[in-house]
């Protein structure tokens, strides 16, 4: 768990609201034709991310991974009226310079976030798939 004094990032699902996540993923390019059904198999399913402060959650991300070979970083969102602070910087770093992910090569899809995902050495592979080499391979 990552913690300042405003925001904390937690891998504990038992923290997640879900309703802060079907919200946002409603309203999402990527998700907004996503039944609900199919996002909370998804969160059950997979490694997830909350990044909160004491009102409730602001952020989220979801990993699916074999822990091995491959981890796919996806649904990653700041609430809007959180963003411009850094969190999704924040909440990135955390996940790709984890123990369990950094030597794991990544990938994920977006539209519209490069500059965010580059930062943390995601390269663009076509116009929406972006891939991450594992730090080992890279130094």
Known sequence: MLKDDQFWISDDKAK???SVIKGYLA???WAGQRLEEII???VQNSLCY???RAEGQVGFARVV???ATIYYLCDVFIDEEFRGMGLGKKLVQYITQSE???NIPGM???????ELYEQFEFRRDGDILMRRR????RS
């Open 16 to 18: 997640l609201d879900m």
């Open 27 to 29: 309203r999402s390019y």
């Open 40 to 42: 909370e198999r998804s």
């Open 50 to 52: 909350g990044i909160y």
């Open 65 to 67: 991974t074999d822990d």
């Open 100 to 102: 369990r992910f950094r």
């Open 108 to 114: 994920l899809g977006t539209r519209d976030a490069h």
């Open 134 to 137: 594992p730090d080992h391979m």
